[in-house]
């Protein structure tokens, strides 16, 4: 069958740029290629710039951690593994266990009790992982996940797991081949720091092998109450509505701090409410329905405006890191709830305000 025009995966489409995989051994569900949405509706809060969100939500699970997980997991059943394990805010599990099954392994997933969004929860359990709830953080978690996978044949699969900022840089690549040049900023949430690392490791590739002739300065926001890097400590107990986020001690603690120096970037914090605004805001205005982390990017991006960075004429990026879908308690928390009617039309024209 001629596949001519079917994207085939990021690890099939950037194969030259990435690890070797073999062939009959690549686990898909043909991640990647996302849309690279043009803002039309915000100018009266970012003003003359050309901002664009790279919508990752439309990922096969939901999230960016698709583009690492085919590519770890791909390696890891390469490699013979029978099992892997991650510790997670909720997304990387959820992809974690969508790519094992895929592979027929098993997915060992920890997540901090009670603290990750329903639909994450749900798309482990759903996928087959075998699910703990740690009755404490996510840097608790992952501190564990690691002392296992030194002492038992399972794979990490969290960003520590090389491969998978590897599979990762792919969207700064798709961010270049879509625009035809990089942008002036890239702005991103930061958690474990994993993906600004990685985006940054894709613009540098591209660059070097002559794609582009720039490189954006990188700019990377961190929830107020779990903002480690910008605090210059780690935060025993992180807090924000963001729970994605909700990280304390960063595995890319350092990388993000070299990719901020190299790219002329900052890393910076917002807080719950200026998170929460972008969310409705992005939703309300634009038609794109991201999870409260994700937010945390244009509304770094609000804060750039307010403080006199963006010129006329700049290109913004902003990454969209998953879907809003996820966490529906988080957008009902916030939402008015629909008004409950009889079917008749004297009451429902009345309420519509027609
Ligand atoms: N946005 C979302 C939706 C995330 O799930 C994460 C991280 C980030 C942003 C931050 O990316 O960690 O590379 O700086 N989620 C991880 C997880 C920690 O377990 O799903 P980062």
Redesign the pocket.
């Given at each position: 069958m001629d596949r001519k025009g079917l994207w085939l995966g990021i690890v099939r489409e950037f194969r030259e740029h990435l690890p070797p995989v073999r062939e009959d051994g690549v686990v898909t569900l043909l991640e990647g290629n996302t849309p690279l949405v043009e803002a039309e509706n915000l100018a009266d809060v970012v003003g003359s710039i050309r901002l664009l969100f790279k919508f990752e939500g439309l990922n096969p699970t939901g999230?960016?951690?698709d583009r690492g997980m085919t590519l770890a997991v791909s390696k890891a059943k390469e490699e013979g593994a029978q099992a892997v394990i991650?510790?997670?805010?909720?997304?990387?599990?959820?992809?974690a266990a969508a790519y094992a099954s895929r592979a027929g392994i098993k997915a060992y997933v920890l997540v901090p009790e009670g603290s990750i969004a329903l639909g994450?929860l749900l798309q482990a359990i759903m996928h087959g992982a075998v699910v703990l709830e740690v009755r404490g953080s996510?840097d608790d978690a992952l501190n564990i996940v690691k002392e296992i996978t030194s002492n038992y044949p399972v794979t990490m699969v969290?960003?520590l797991n090389p491969y998978r900022l590897e599979g990762?840089k792919t969207a700064a690549f798709e961010v270049c081949e879509h625009l035809g040049y990089a942008p002036t900023y890239h702005c991103?949430?930061?958690?474990?720091?994993?993906?600004?690392?990685?985006y940054w490791m894709g613009y540098k590739e591209y660059r070097e092998k002559g794609y582009v002739s720039s490189l954006p300065r990188m700019m990377?926001f961190q929830a107020e109450g779990a903002a480690p890097i910008v605090r210059g400590e780690a935060v025993e107990e992180p807090k924000t509505v963001a729970s994605?986020?909700r990280?304390g001690n960063?595995a890319?603690w350092k990388p993000?701090l070299r990719v901020k120096e190299e790219s002329g970037g900052r890393i910076e914090m917002v807080s719950d409410e200026e998170i929460l605004h972008a969310y409705r805001l992005v939703a309300s205005r634009e038609g794109i329905f991201c999870?409260p982390?994700?937010a945390?990017s244009l509304a770094g991006l609000i804060k750039m405006k307010k403080e006199g960075l963006l010129k006329d004429g700049d290109t913004v990026v902003c990454t969209l890191?998953?879907h809003g879908l996820k966490d529906p308690d988080t957008a009902m928390s916030i939402s008015v709830k629909p008004r409950k009617v009889d079917p008749s039309m004297k009451e429902i024209v009345e309420a519509l305000g027609l």
């Open positions: 999230s960016f951690k991650c510790a997670s805010t909720g997304n990387t599990s959820a992809s994450k996510f969290n960003s990762q991103l949430p930061v958690g474990n720091a994993g993906n600004i690392t990685a990377g994605a986020i990280i960063p890319s993000a999870e982390a994700s945390a890191t998953g």
